[in-house]
């Protein structure tokens, strides 16, 4: 047997050697040092051995890729991040990902090979790297700068001795290996938490360790445990937060009424869904006479009674810790996981019937008639104690409206009086509203109806009656008050800005107006008046919901902040959230400073913990606050309705399970270069038929037509087309649903059918016998065999943009 010389050995790559230091750990240290050090120093603080060939190598591959330079003495220092660019990883499914870049500018394309690199939602640097074969942007990723993933959900699977888990983020590709003794007892199928202990590199798998068993994946309410998990949402209650909840008293005590009005005896009620179970705003109103003598006139007094959610949950303790952290209530079907512990949420907080509550009341004074009917006029805060009088529900107090004497009306009789009053105020309201200009979007909302497992049953339409917009409109009210109040104080707060669109889409949806004979007033900034009067012109259109989806499409996404710049949609010059301080934490702030400017005081929130001490002023260090608390809201918002529309996405996909096969009725309500995207009318669910299901020809895809049509027919898909569709497959866990479509019958077709059959009938010819089909084999004629039948399937369409290929490539220039 002969020996091999090591020298003759295969040279390693340092990327593979585990006793060479990482990029991140050498960029890490001289990031502390802030000055350039030797390589045989920056060895020496590494712990190798500054000959080692790994070292060398890897000191190499980071000049190369632009991470370190060296200076005139051999030092080796940061290269300079003038042209870097740092932002967030945003994975795709198909193995790419995107740069969101941190300056909000157009994000960049990663290609498979840099994402190796990287998990979904970690911090990089990233150089710029020309442009793909399409024109689009690429970028090289240089320097992780924070990993975020450090644990994610999944499969856990064991095939043939190797254990790994398939992450359940579709947006993450790359598997996790799970070392022998760090399974945690896991069974193969079974989903589970795994933690982070090696991050990937272009070369090498993560590692990770089983921290929790969530059971199997048809287990009941597995897909809420995923999604919160996949999300990141914080779903369990820190010790001190549940110790705190605890000391709280179970009712309000006398200690807490100093200083508060009394309106126990104030007819105050609740209206919510049937399914709420925290009640956190009261209303009241009443007919009232405004001015003196001859310049009196008819008018109306507001009251609406907010949970005093600040009273308990105090800046700075556990309990406020926790809801920061959540910052939302995110709601599921049949679940919810609340901003504030049980006690308070459906407790001590919740405006419930028949016991005594303390709120924060915003007390309005609205014309009836005049220059100024239907907008407030006069307000002023102030802290309370109420009893309400009733617990009513949407459907109740929309039925006892229509029949005065019907049983809804007989249940609540009480307080029939004070619900007709709010109606007739909500009229008034109404008037306002419309004459302001602001956008009424008629959409269809869905409700997810599930079994006692807590599987889906059934989809139905979520109806908005007059008794849903009665609340809204006084809600409004109340946060138009609240902003007021901040800003007329000059008082820093949260304001909930949404602003007008963009130069881009603007245009993008004046070209497309264009095209229907259509156009949009206002110029270059058009107010919500114009969409309105946009949206009313085209109410009787047969293409009325295109139009709404599209001047929808055009507008920004609402967000909190500290500069007002007005609501575009609700037609509002300063607007705040102030009534819901019980799943929101923007209103709780809101509480605290209108409660500190009625005890003649300033409100300060505290830092958060990752904030750095900012330069400036301390007036700007506390603007500087109130912006990174908005951001952060903000972003968790956005959290929560990503869990909430993921978990919805999961049911729909486990019903429409046993619909595969099924031919239903449905209309385009999304067009992408790979296909069209369909709403079934019955379900009210969402799938996808692939451009290669549209026909055996190349479809070209109009952007701004929102449209996808075919070169050779001209047979074209756009918004709101009708269409017929087969449910061909299912993929829960791509959360995706696939449709065929499916000839109809047409006019012209129905047409010619009737013509045939009135049609006189040819005379007809003796039939030949017909052939028997044998399924006995003891039946067959000696000597012959049965020849098997050949089915031959269509024959595919070898278009560039069919099959999954396609979607990929299309998929570069948009994130989905």
């Avoid at 750095?612 to 301390?618: L, Q």
Wanted: glycine share 8%; charged share 25%; proline share 6%.
């Amino acid at each position: 047997m002969t020996t091999r010389s090591h020298n003759n050995l295969p040279s390693t790559p340092a990327d593979f050697d585990p006793d060479v230091p990482t990029r991140e750990q050498i960029l890490g240290l001289l990031r502390e040092a802030n000055a350039p050090i030797a390589p045989a120093e920056l060895a020496r603080r590494l712990g190798v051995d500054p000959g080692s060939v790994g070292f060398e190598r890897r000191l190499a591959a980071m000049e190369r890729d632009g991470q370190l330079m060296q200076n005139r003495k051999g030092a080796l220092l940061l290269s300079t991040k003038l042209d870097f660019i740092a932002g967030r990883v945003q994975g795709h499914r198909d193995g790419f990902g995107f740069l969101i870049r941190d300056d909000g500018q157009n994000d960049l394309f990663l290609p498979p090979k840099e994402m190796l690199k990287v998990l979904h939602g970690d911090r990089v640097l990233v150089r710029p790297a020309g442009s793909d074969y399409r024109g689009k942007p690429e970028g090289t990723i240089v320097e992780v700068l924070e990993r975020r993933t450090n644990k994610l959900v999944g499969r856990f699977l064991n095939e043939r001795g190797l254990a790994l888990v398939v992450p359940e983020d579709q947006r993450i590709k790359h598997d996790i290996l799970v070392p022998p003794g760090e399974t945690g007892q896991a069974q193969h199928g079974q989903v589970v938490t795994v933690e982070i202990i090696e991050q990937p590199t272009r070369h090498t798998q993560p590692l990770g360790r089983v921290v929790e068993i969530l059971g199997e994946i048809d287990d009941p309410g597995m897909e809420i445990e995923i999604a919160v998990r996949k999300f990141d949402v914080p779903h369990e209650f820190s010790a001190k937060a549940l110790a705190r909840a605890e000391r709280l008293p179970s009712e309000v005590v006398k200690g807490d009424l100093a200083g508060r009005y009394d309106l126990r005896d104030v007819p105050l009620i609740t209206i919510d869904g049937e399914d709420a179970r925290d009640f956190d705003d009261a209303v009241y109103c009443e007919r009232v006479e405004l001015g003196t003598g001859t310049r009196k006139r008819a008018g109306w007094r507001l009251i609406v009674a907010i949970a005093d959610v600040a009273h308990y949950v105090t800046p700075g303790d556990a309990l406020d810790a926790d809801a920061l952290e959540r910052s939302t209530s995110v709601y599921f079907p049949r679940k919810v996981i609340p901003m504030l512990p049980e006690k308070l949420s459906n407790g001590l907080c919740s405006l419930n019937p028949n016991v005594d509550r303390l709120v924060l009341v915003c007390d309005m004074v609205i014309p009836a008639t005049g220059a100024k009917g239907g907008t407030v006029q006069a307000y002023q805060f102030y802290n309370a104690v109420m009893h309400s009088h009733a617990r009513t529900t949407y459907t109740e107090v929309w039925a006892a409206l229509q029949q005065p004497d019907g049983p809804a009306a007989r249940k609540h009789a009480n307080v029939l009086p004070q619900i007709q009053d709010l109606y007739a105020l909500y009229q008034l309201l109404a008037q306002a509203r419309e004459k302001r200009g602001a956008i009424d979007f008629d959409t269809v909302e869905t409700k997810i109806v599930c079994n006692e497992l807590g599987r889906i049953q059934s989809i139905v339409p979520y109806v908005r009656n007059d008794a849903h917009k009665l609340i809204e409109e006084c809600m409004l009210a109340a946060n138009t008050c609240a902003a007021d109040f901040m800003e007329r104080s000059k008082h820093p707060g949260l304001f909930r800005i949404h602003e007008g669109p963009t130069p881009e889409k603007l245009q993008a949806l004046r070209d497309f107006l264009k095209t229907l004979g259509l156009s949009l007033g206002g110029g270059d900034k058009p107010a919500a008046a114009d969409y309105s009067a946009l949206l009313a012109s085209a109410k009787n259109r047969p293409d009325a919901p295109l139009l709404q989806t599209m001047a929808l499409r055009s507008m920004q996404q609402a967000m909190y902040s500290p500069d007002n710049a007005g609501h575009f949609g609700l037609a509002y010059p300063a607007y705040a959230h102030f009534t819901s301080p019980i799943r929101r934490y923007p209103d709780l702030l809101t509480h605290r400073v209108i409660k500190a400017l009625l005890h003649g005081k300033r409100y300060v929130p505290n830092a958060l913990e990752d904030m750095p001490v900012m330069p400036g002023t301390a007036k700007e260090q506390e603007h500087a606050l109130w912006e990174k608390l908005g951001l952060f809201c903000s972003a968790n918002e956005r959290r929560a309705d990503d869990a909430s529309r993921d978990v919805e996405a999961w049911l729909k996909c486990w019903y429409m399970r046993e619909h595969v096969g099924d031919v239903f009725s449905g209309t385009v309500t999304g067009v992408a270069p790979f296909g069209v995207f369909v709403t079934l009318d019955e379900l009210h669910v969402e799938g996808l038929v692939h451009v290669s299901e549209l026909g055996a020809e190349y479809f070209q895809f109009n952007d701004g037509l929102h449209e996808l049509r075919g070169e050779r027919t001209g047979m074209r898909y756009r918004l709101t087309d009708k269409v017929q569709v087969q449910v061909a497959r299912v993929d829960l866990e791509a959360r995706r649903i696939e449709f065929k479509l499916v000839k109809g019958v047409t006019y012209e077709g129905l047409r010619k059918a009737i013509k045939r059959d009135s049609a006189p009938a040819p005379e007809r010819k003796p039939a030949k016998p017909k052939a028997v089909l044998l399924t006995d084999m003891s039946k067959m004629p000696k000597g012959k065999k049965a020849a098997p039948k050949k089915h031959t399937a269509p024959e595919k369409p070898t278009s560039a943009r069919s099959g999954k290929r396609a979607a990929a490539k299309h998929g570069r220039g948009k994130r989905h």
